[in-house]
């Protein structure tokens, strides 16, 4: 039986996308040949790559609206430095907001590029918040923040209004909640957590915001070129986009992102009440910002857990250990993970709690 897989990225992704990639390795569109071995400029392969970029901005909402959707290499930490590459001008300025591990890579970055203003950080209270209170100067280029925190299981319930660009880095939320994503300049998401297999990154970029650094940006790193070259300035990831696809066309089938919000958020109600409830968990996020995909808990007595480890492992549950910086629990419920899994989780759980009392 398949395990019931908590994993935090890479990590599950609908059945259905497994099965149907394999035989695509084996027979794709039955050309009796392999994805793997044909052009990547076919039209068999074109085609996948212009249905899964024009599904993605349906998805989103953002058909006709001036963005363009891409699908790059180098993963999330790539975007860490393309974006300010792309988007802070010669002698410019940024904000970023400091929520986590991935926010303060991506500081890191920028600070390459020119001055990077860190406009509030929880980082003091190992980011077990996300702050609120904070001005975004209005003379930066741009603004970062990073709407769910993977390691800490934190996660941004709004979003600043702004009038100058909005950057966000949705690596482990996107797709999973409607939200106005007209609001956002720039999207990144490395494609493992919510999307695909890893190994191909999603950007999708509002083209007016491009084109006004005054610096020369090389090829590979330009959003221009990958736009005018539509996604295939050089050879692409076929297989995570060919995954990734099938990914979209199975949220598009299921009732789109939606669909996705109402189960995601019964998946967490579920296992946030049992953590709440149950005497021996303390969840570690500050409530009002818990993630509803990465609920990060601990044992209140750390004498429980080869107990709980084993009763977790037996009723076939996977990847349920916290993030190495962080220790405890990690349950991170992707849109592929069913309700049942959460339900399974729940009753290990419960177990211990009726094994040791
Ligand atoms: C996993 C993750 C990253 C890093 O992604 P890579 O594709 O491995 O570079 C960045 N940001 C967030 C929010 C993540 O969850």
Redesign the pocket.
């Known amino acids: 039986m398949k395990k019931h897989n908590y994993s935090a ?1 890479p990590c599950i992704l609908p059945q259905e996308v497994f099965e149907k990639s394999a035989q695509a390795i084996l027979n794709f569109n039955n050309l009796d040949l392999s994805i793997l071995e044909i052009s990547h400029r076919s039209k068999d392969f074109v085609t996948v790559m212009e249905e899964a970029r024009a599904l993605v901005l349906e998805l989103l909402g953002l058909e006709g609206k001036g963005y363009q959707a891409l699908f790059l290499h180098g ?4 975007e860490f430095l393309m974006v300010p590459y792309n988007l802070m001008k010669d002698n410019g300025k940024a904000a970023y907001l400091d929520t986590g591990t ?1 926010a303060s890579g991506a500081i890191k970055e920028a600070k390459y590029f020119g001055e990077t203003v860190t406009v509030a950080s929880s980082k003091a209270e190992n980011y077990t918040h996300i702050p609120k209170d904070f001005t975004v100067p209005s003379d930066a280029d741009y603004f970062h923040c ?1 709407s ?3 390691i800490f299981g934190t996660q941004m319930k709004s979003f600043p209004q702004l009038h100058i660009p909005i950057v966000c ?1 949705m ?2 939320d996107i797709f999973s909640r409607s939200l106005d994503f007209s609001k956002f300049d720039l999207i990144y998401a ?1 494609a ?2 919510n999307m695909g297999p ?1 190994g191909t ?1 999603l950007v999708v970029v509002k083209e007016e915001i491009l084109g006004k650094t005054g610096r020369h940006i090389p090829s590979m790193l330009d959003y221009q070129q990958h736009i005018i070259k539509e996604s295939m300035y050089n050879t692409p990831p076929v297989f995570p986009i060919y995954a990734s696809l099938l990914t979209l066309q199975w949220l598009k089938k299921s009732g789109g992102i939606p669909a996705m919000e109402k189960i995601n958020e019964a998946k967490a109600a579920l296992l946030y009440a049992e953590i709440d409830r149950n005497p021996l968990f303390t969840g570690t996020a500050a409530k009002e910002d818990r993630s509803v995909m990465n609920a990060t808990f601990v044992l209140n007595d750390e004498k429980h857990t080869e107990t709980f480890d084993k009763i977790w492992k037996a009723a076939g549950i996977s990847g349920l250990t916290g993030h190495r910086s962080v220790g405890g629990y990690r349950a991170s419920m992707y849109n592929a993970l069913p309700l049942e899994s959460v339900q399974v989780l729940v009753e290990a759980m419960k177990e211990l709690e009726s094994s040791i009392s």
Do not use: E, F, R, Y
């Open positions: 990225g993963g999330a930490s790539l991935w990073t769910n925190n993977t880095d690596s482990s490395g493992q957590k890893a990154t």
